[in-house]
Nanobody, 124 residues
């Protein structure tokens, strides 16, 4: 049994920064990949970033490369998404996702556990 809880969302101006956190409870946190997805109003949920259990494999969607950084602290059971140089188009509900295996994926089908989401709003 795994539960994921996101935090750190809020309202910031374009060009600002925000760090999202995902706290996981339950066993085997360090043994599965984690990811972040987002869903903007009127849009489909899209992959943002993913990280393997060992942090040796990391993926980013093209639109956030160079601006976002994913990391994890397995000892604390926390995954982070540091977001810099934020743009209005980053506005969305951000979801933390946990995979069943150590392999990191880039689609919703690669993840079995989901948080409730945290709202990120970027003003221009």
């Amino acid at each position: 049994q795994v539960q994921l809880v996101e935090s750190g969302g809020g309202l910031v101006q374009a060009g600002g920064s925000l760090r999202l956190s995902c706290a996981a409870s339950g066993r085997t946190f360090s043994n599965y990949a984690m990811g972040w997805f987002r869903q903007a109003p009127g849009k489909q949920r899209e992959f943002v970033s993913g990280i393997s259990w060992s942090s040796t494999t990391i993926y980013y969607t093209d639109s956030v490369k160079g601006r976002f950084t994913i990391s994890r602290d397995n000892a604390k059971n926390v995954v982070y998404l540091q977001m810099n140089s934020l743009k209005p188009e980053d506005t969305a509900v951000y979801y933390c996702a946990g995979g069943r295996y150590a392999l990191v994926g880039r689609t919703e089908d690669d993840y079995d556990y989901w948080g409730q989401g945290t709202q990120v709003t970027i003003s221009s």
